[in-house]
């Protein structure tokens, strides 16, 4: 039997959030997701922008945090010692009919409070980025729209959240929750890392159950109440380039957003790469995350952007996301009526990762309201930066191998990726266990050869430093074993 105060559901950008806020009480909250890693479902997969906060209609929960989790960002992001830029964002517009459009977006992002905003004239447009359509009219211009990376984002949180109390199940999929007169029974199942025998069934009691569960989201809200929600994944397939197609465009540019969304945008990465994407196709599947020739064709159709010349040779890969599309038109938070102490965070779409640090400021108030928890005195709100070697300058870089020659052992190329960040990575609260955890958290596998060099390599020292043999390591968990044995011994 497992008690706590809070129990989240999700280990996504969301969940992720929350539990960091909540961290910031005297409670004890857990954290529970089916996956191997931190941000292993929505929060892997997707633009990783942050957005100006123009585009949601005023007045809804989309608007208010969008600005709010804005805002936030560079603080939190400096506190978290992540990378974070704001580079600014574009719409524009490339018909006389899209030139209205413009000022109504305007006057949005007024009203919901988006700082510096502008109309470009074409002659401006161009001029901030020379690659924009020929058939550019005008621009609207966010300087307050940024790029972040959305797996160090959510692991930075998980990670201060851990190191602040917070407890994390992973492997760990909840199947039902029961509620009673002192608060919720929470069933799941327990996943052993390597053998399927050896799963088991967990019981966790808690007062408050917080719902981050992403595309599943909708599934638990269903149990507790009668007022349905239905939540539809919305799969966004993207296109990656490489570095030497990074400087394309200086800004996030998009063009002017249908009922689906905002387009196939174009933008920076924090990497240094190029983004191009997503689609939008509303699925059944909930882990239908697989790329289709259609919507790579989509993506790679000229005139899909505002972006001319766009050099698609350049792609080193492709994926997919999927977005939790809520049928109610905004974020679903809050506590249901019917079922005090059940905490929606549903239908988290876009702009999701820009008001995740809004988003876990106001489900820890809403929790403040219900259990009136004292402070937590011993709260560290700043951790360790990450050693990014190659975003340092070449002196420090100097020290830290003085200090370490792990950090001056290259094993990916491409990203220039050492094996001192490597092994920081995999001992880290919430370390990397899988080869997809290395990769989100470092960049190595995310370069122009996608692993062809690396691989082997980060392999050998996860072996190595988790004590275990070359075929157990995974990329994404149990099932996804990489070698089978040794061929001598077949």
Do not use: W
């Amino acid at each position: 039997m497992n008690e706590y105060d809070v129990v989240i559901i999700g280990a996504g950008v969301t969940g992720s959030s929350v539990a960091m806020q909540l961290s910031k009480y005297d409670l004890k909250v857990c954290v529970l997701d089916k996956n191997s890693d931190i941000g292993e479902g929505t929060s892997k997969a997707n633009s990783g922008i942050v957005h100006a906060g123009y585009d949601a209609k005023p007045g809804t929960l989309k608007a208010k945090l969008n600005v709010m989790g804005s805002k936030m960002m560079p603080e939190l992001a400096g506190k978290l010692g992540i990378p974070f830029m704001r580079n600014g964002s574009m719409v524009v517009a490339l018909s006389d009919e899209d030139v209205p459009h413009m000022k109504e977006l305007y006057d949005r992002g007024v009203q919901n409070g988006v700082e510096g905003l502008r109309i470009l004239t074409r002659e401006e447009a161009l001029e901030m980025e020379p690659n924009l359509s020929d058939d550019t009219k005008g621009a609207l211009f966010a300087p307050t729209g940024g790029i972040i990376c959305p797996f160090r984002l959510t692991s930075a949180m998980a990670e201060n959240a851990n190191t602040n109390g917070v407890d994390f199940h992973l492997l760990t999929e909840v199947n039902n929750i029961t509620k009673s007169d002192v608060g919720f029974t929470v069933e799941a199942t327990k996943y052993d890392e390597f053998d399927e025998s050896k799963d088991n069934s967990v019981i966790y009691k808690t007062t408050i159950v917080v719902n981050a569960a992403g595309v599943y989201a909708d599934r638990f809200h269903n149990m507790m109440t009668d007022d349905k929600l239905t939540i539809t994944p919305r799969k966004g397939e993207y296109c990656l380039l490489d570095v030497t197609a990074g400087q394309h465009v200086g800004r996030t540019v998009f063009r002017m957003p249908s009922a689906l969304g905002k387009g196939i945008l174009v933008s920076p990465t924090i990497h240094g790469n190029l983004l191009v994407g997503p689609t939008a196709t509303d699925l059944e599947d909930k882990e239908g995350t697989f790329t289709t020739a259609e919507g790579l064709a989509a993506v790679n159709t000229p005139g899909a952007s505002a972006v001319k010349d766009i050099p698609m040779n350049e792609v080193i890969t492709s994926f997919a996301g999927l977005r939790p599309h809520g049928d109610r038109g905004d974020f679903v938070i809050g506590e249901l009526p019917d079922c005090p102490g059940f905490i929606d965070v549903a239908a988290i779409e876009s702009p999701g990762l820009s008001a995740a640090p809004a988003i876990g400021v106001m489900v820890a108030d809403i929790v403040e309201g219900i259990l009136h928890p004292d402070r937590n005195t011993d709260y560290v709100g700043e951790q360790k930066p990450f050693t990014y070697m190659k975003l340092l300058p070449k002196e420090e870089q100097l020290a830290i191998i003085e200090k370490d020659p792990a950090y001056g052992n290259i094993i990916c190329r491409c990203a220039s990726v050492s094996e001192g960040e490597i092994l920081e990575t995999i001992h880290r609260p919430l370390g990397a266990r899988t080869m997809d955890a290395v990769k989100r958290r470092t960049g190595a596998n995310m370069g122009r050869c996608q692993g062809g060099f690396c691989y082997p390599k980060v392999m050998e020292i996860l072996s190595r430093e988790l004590g275990i043999p070359m075929e157990k390591i995974t990329k994404k968990g149990r099932g996804s074993e990489i070698l089978t044995g040794k061929i001598k011994e077949n």
